[in-house]
Structure formats: C-alpha cells, structure tokens
C-alpha cells in the first residue's frame, strides 16, 4: 500500500512538472539553422547595416556583435566609401554565429535584446528596436535563423530604416 501511494505521488509530480515546463514559455523553440551567408547577402545585410551598424553602436571593433557595414566600421581604411565586401558580410555572418552559440532561435541574443522587454526581450545598451514578435525586422532575422527567409519582412524592416538618397 506504500509503494502504491509513493508511486501515485510520484506520478503526480512527474505530471505537474510536464504540465508546469510546457506552461512556462511561449517562445517557440526553432532551431537555429546552419547560418547562411547568401541569404543574409541579399536580403539581412540591407537591413541590419543601415539599423544596427553605426559607429556608435555595432559598427564598432570591439563590440561582442560586431557589423561592418558601407556607411560605418569597415574591415580595411581604403574600403570606405565603397560596397560592402563579400568578405565583410560573411564575418558579419561569423559575428552573429559566435553571439549565442547552441541556443534556440527564439533565445538568441540577436533577436531578444532588440526586442521589447514586454514582448519577452531583454535589456538592449542601445533603444528597443521592435516592439513585438511581428515586427518586420524581427521576422527578417528570425526566419533567416531558422532558414526559412522571409524577403517581404526583410525588404520591409530596410524600407523603415533606410538612408535616403542625397538629392542633387
């Protein structure tokens, strides 16, 4: 009769604690994916450079996340005023990847220090960026993380930040 009540009890905390782990977070668990620098290329570079790159904030050598970009930190002096390099954009790639390693997508530095502490962020040195999970810059980076790119989000998020061109 012990052993029964021992293992009833048993079995209820064992089902509590499902029950309470699959309570306690509701940010989805993607995994992160093999980082691809095309992608990021073509459609996360346009837009991380022209939000997170400048001088004063990722553009800077000795940040942990670290991003080159046209208009702020360069990986050579004689490349400024010039295109951002193929090479540039993969250390960029190579900056993100040693951010966070081994976490889910949804966990990663690069998504939840932007990202409003209401909307399960957390404390960013810099201003919140987005304010929810359905930000357009949000989803860019996210659905690169996880390799399922979302170009409309990215071309989106570039759009809200990008440098207008000088006029004559």
């Given at each position: 009769?012990?052993?029964?009540?021992?293992?009833?009890?048993?079995?209820?905390?064992?089902a509590?604690?499902v029950?309470?782990?699959?309570?306690?977070?509701?940010?989805?668990?993607?995994?992160?994916?093999?980082?691809?620098?095309?992608?990021?290329?073509?459609?996360v570079?346009?837009?991380?450079?022209?939000?997170?790159?400048?001088?004063?904030?990722?553009g800077?050598?000795?940040r942990?996340?670290?991003?080159?970009?046209?208009?702020?930190?360069r990986?050579?002096?004689?490349?400024?005023?010039q295109?951002?390099t193929?090479?540039e954009?993969?250390l960029?790639v190579?900056?993100?990847?040693?951010l966070?390693?081994?976490?889910a997508?949804?966990?990663?530095?690069?998504?939840r220090?932007p990202?409003a502490l209401?909307?399960?962020?957390?404390?960013?040195?810099?201003?919140?960026?987005?304010?929810s999970r359905?930000?357009?810059?949000?989803?860019?980076?996210?659905g690169w993380?996880?390799?399922t790119p979302?170009?409309?989000?990215?071309?989106?998020?570039?759009?809200?930040v990008?440098?207008?061109?000088?006029?004559?």
């Open positions: 009769m012990r052993a029964l009540l021992w293992t009833a009890m048993a079995l209820g905390l064992l509590l604690a029950a309470l782990t699959g309570c306690q977070s509701a940010e989805p668990t993607d995994t992160l994916a093999e980082l691809d620098v095309a992608t990021w290329q073509r459609q570079d346009p837009y991380v450079g022209a939000r997170c790159a400048t001088l004063d904030c990722h800077m050598a000795g942990p996340l670290r991003i080159y970009s046209e208009l702020g930190l990986l050579r002096a004689e490349l400024r005023d295109p951002i193929a090479e954009q993969r960029n190579e900056s993100v990847a040693g966070d390693p081994g976490v997508a949804a966990s990663h530095l690069l998504l220090k990202l209401a909307a399960g962020g957390i404390a960013h040195k810099g201003t919140q960026i987005w304010a359905e930000d357009p810059g949000y989803r860019c980076l996210y993380m996880i390799a979302d170009a409309a989000a990215c071309s989106a998020a570039y759009e809200l990008k440098i207008p061109a000088a006029t004559p």
